[in-house]
């Protein structure tokens, strides 16, 4: 990325923007947004490792549109080890349902269909057949201890045999399900007048698709081990047993490890590294958080892969406005970056964005990756539970990593009188509401938006994949009244 005029102060995302330039790009479908930092991930966006963002059902969405999700380090290493082998025999196609027994109430129903974005139920019998559906629609009106064979109508079923395979328990890949075959199931859907269908599989309900799943299914590429499984990252912190945790994750088959600290550029980290490191992974190692250049290339040197860029900009973070310590994050962005790739390394950018002109910034400015939090916990995959507030709209409650809160889970294996003492020492929001957007309230309706706006950054530079944009990527510098300028008009003056 290059600038009109170079800055002569440190830049924020809101501080710049992009200008077109000469294009031969047709489509925005010719854009490969595939990652070249060796995760192997076919868009460029990874959900961080927080406790209420990154669990199961948001990883298994992440891998399935192409992106990596990374589990938060104070999870027990019996969970993460559930957790990975659950990710990994997820379908690469199929939506993981929600499933109850005609014998089940409505209010079971209600309690679960806010875990996944299609907002159904599929009733199943003993044997794993499916007997029908239920939607949010059916519980209106009917009495919460009612039966969902009392409710429940009948469905759409689609054949995962004449779909292809894709599920990695049954040796499938999912590459070889074709568009021809996601189009007849779209069109089935749509001729039957419902937008979403169980798919079984042998007699046995195999997983859901939805007219906008098989839609996304000939679009996104997902993200797949050599074992034609979905990927996942963990994170590790630089404390305790670094070196035993890490070869935990490995041995449960986390295809990228994440060694995280709020302070990159400081010993433990160095040694945290060389623990990681002696254990000879055949994984991507990152670590981080930095914002200089010498930071980025120390880590690099001592065997990170990727480093982690970004101190302060997060939603959930307020370690500026405690320590001052930070940088404005376009400008940490560029200076690691070039470090990065001079040093044979790659960054991700993590935090500060919160708009898909955002995202496009960061990777015209060199990052291979950009990894949000905040922005994604209030969607259905988030971990959370969903709350009505005062007005009836729907949230799930977010807190960074170093508020007290996430420090109190963090240490409470140890005596209340450390666990106190620390929690004292808090730079970052404990509570805070993260609404749904009722037109995007999943993760993928998300991804969906941030992609397209990407797509279209890259064709306005002329380019056709991430490296040709970082090339051709031109920049100027705006006032906040021009930033005020390019925002929408929500009604007219």
């Known amino acids: 990325m290059r600038f009109l005029s170079e800055p002569s102060t440190d830049l924020t995302y809101s501080d710049a923007f992009l200008v077109p330039s000469r294009s031969d790009v047709t489509s925005r479908l010719d854009v490969d947004l595939a990652a070249d930092d060796g995760t192997g991930s076919s868009i460029p966006l ?44 997820r379908h690469t196609v199929f939506e993981t349902p929600v499933s109850l027994l005609a014998s089940e109430t409505v209010i079971d129903a209600l309690h679960l269909m806010g875990k996944r974005p299609h907002g159904a139920v599929v009733v199943v019998d003993d044997a794993g057949r499916v007997a029908g559906v239920v939607r949010a629609a059916d519980c209106e009106g009917q009495d919460r201890f009612a039966s969902l064979a009392s409710i429940m109508r009948q469905a759409l079923v689609l054949d995962a045999g004449a779909l292809g395979p894709g599920n990695p328990a049954a040796g499938g890949t999912g590459s070889d399900i074709r568009d021809a075959s996601l189009r007849k199931a779209f069109e089935a859907m749509d001729a039957a007048g419902t937008d979403f269908a169980p798919v079984h599989q042998d007699g046995t309900l195999a997983g859901v698709l939805t007219r906008k799943g098989a839609l996304r299914s000939t679009i996104y590429r997902p993200l797949l081990d050599a074992a034609g499984k979905l990927k996942v990252a963990a994170a590790v912190g630089i404390n305790g047993d670094v070196a035993g945790r890490a070869a935990e994750l490995l041995a ?100 500060g964005v919160r708009y898909p002109r955002d995202v496009a910034l960061a990777l015209a400015a060199g990052a ?17 539970d969903l709350q009505p507030d005062a007005n009836g709209r729907l949230y799930k409650e977010s807190f960074g990593m170093a508020s007290a809160r996430a420090v109190q889970n963090r240490n409470q294996r140890e005596g209340a009188f450390e666990k106190d003492r620390k929690a004292l020492f808090e730079e970052g929001i404990s509570t805070s509401r993260m609404y749904l957007d009722p037109a995007r309230p999943g993760v993928e309706d998300l991804v969906d938006m941030i992609t397209a706006g990407l797509r279209s950054s890259i064709s306005y530079a002329g380019a056709v994949d991430l490296a040709g944009f970082r090339e051709r990527a031109v920049a100027g510098i705006q006032s906040a009244a021009g930033y005020e300028e390019g925002r929408p008009v929500p009604q007219s003056w």
């Open 368 to 384: 291979s990756q950009v990894m949000i939090g905040s922005w994604f916990a209030g969607t259905h995959e988030s971990p959370g």
């Open 252 to 351: 449960a088959g986390v295809d990228v490890l994440v060694i995280d600290t709020a302070h990159g550029h400081q010993q433990k980290m160095f040694d945290a590294l060389a623990a990681v490191r002696g254990l000879d992974p055949a994984v991507p190692i990152v670590a981080g958080n930095v914002v200089t250049a010498d930071a980025t290339r120390e880590l690099i040197h001592a065997g990170a892969n990727i480093v982690k860029v970004g101190v302060g900009p997060g939603a959930m973070c307020t370690t500026r406005m405690m320590t001052a310590v930070g940088r404005p994050q376009l400008s940490a962005v560029l200076e690691c970056a070039a470090a990065a790739r001079a040093a044979g390394g790659r960054i991700w950018a993590d935090g």
């Open 46 to 89: 990874v959900v961080a490792n927080m406790t209420a963002v990154t669990g199961k059902r948001m990883a298994e969405t992440m891998a399935r549109r192409g992106g990596l999700a990374v589990l938060p380090q104070d999870v027990p290493l019996d969970v993460l080890r559930d957790v990975t082998a659950w990710i990994k025999s």
